[in-house]
């Protein structure tokens, strides 16, 4: 699996977007790139998903160059509660068996009032 | 709620001893991983379960042992216990199939702290 680049910790005010990026620059083509976020000690919890297009679900958008190099996760309207580590991670999704996550350092966002 | 469950939630014991923790996983996932979450090491992968059968293994030492059951829950041994194996230790399932998005459902692991 390709390896991750993230920033150690960033900060973000409540209510507005938080930007995270994620530098995956030897990304193969039939990598996908995974976001996952650990709240403080909890389980980590998968966020968004996506191979070459943008992608949009309920908590989050995904957007990811044309090169497929960086993406970006994107938390709209950040709250406190989004105050987490958050995971960048790049792996082939294996049809009928998903392979292991492999979690780096991941980026702490801390969301302020 | 995940839907995979944990237990025990809290767990203390002495140097030397044994432990078994358990997952049960979501239901009707094949796939079961075990992580080790300690605060120098972050998120470490130890082994993967699929159907019954070791898939993958990780940084998991000769002391732990897992296995996954014909009901597929899962149990992890960890034995001759030290100080630094107190740690969080997560168990994760996913789907397979035609179900299978490539997401891992993580439990609220089981905290570890060896004295």
């Known amino acids: 699996d390709a390896k991750t680049t993230q920033p150690t910790s960033m900060d973000c005010a409540e209510g507005r977007a938080a930007n995270l990026p994620c530098n995956h620059s030897t990304i193969s083509g039939n990598e996908y790139v995974y976001w996952y976020r650990q709240i403080h000690s909890q389980g980590p919890q998968y966020i968004i998903h996506g191979l070459k297009n943008n992608e949009t679900n309920e908590m989050a958008s995904l957007i990811i160059t044309e090169d497929r190099k960086s993406s970006t996760l994107i938390l709209p309207h950040a709250t406190l509660r989004d105050t987490a580590v958050y995971y960048c991670?790049?792996?082939?999704?294996?049809?009928?068996?998903?392979?292991?996550?492999?979690f780096g350092q991941g980026t702490t966002l801390q969301v302020k009032p | 709620d995940s839907g995979v469950t944990q237990t025990p939630k809290h767990l203390i014991t002495a140097t030397g001893q044994r432990v078994t923790l358990r997952c049960s996983p979501r239901s009707g996932d094949l796939s079961v991983y075990w992580y080790q979450q300690s605060l120098d090491q972050g998120l470490q992968f130890l082994i993967q379960y699929y159907n019954g059968e070791e898939r993958a293994k990780g940084n998991i030492l000769e002391r732990f042992s897992a296995q996954q059951f014909p009901d597929l829950h899962s149990e992890l041994n960890l034995s001759s216990l030290e100080l630094g194996d107190s740690a969080l230790y997560f168990c994760?399932?996913?789907?397979?199939?035609?179900?299978?998005?490539?997401?891992?459902?993580f439990g609220e692991g089981s905290r570890l702290t060896v004295l």
């Open positions: 991670i790049v792996r082939v999704a294996m049809a009928g068996n998903t392979g292991k996550l492999i």
């Open positions: 994760a399932s996913s789907a397979a199939g035609t179900a299978n998005t490539g997401e891992l459902f």
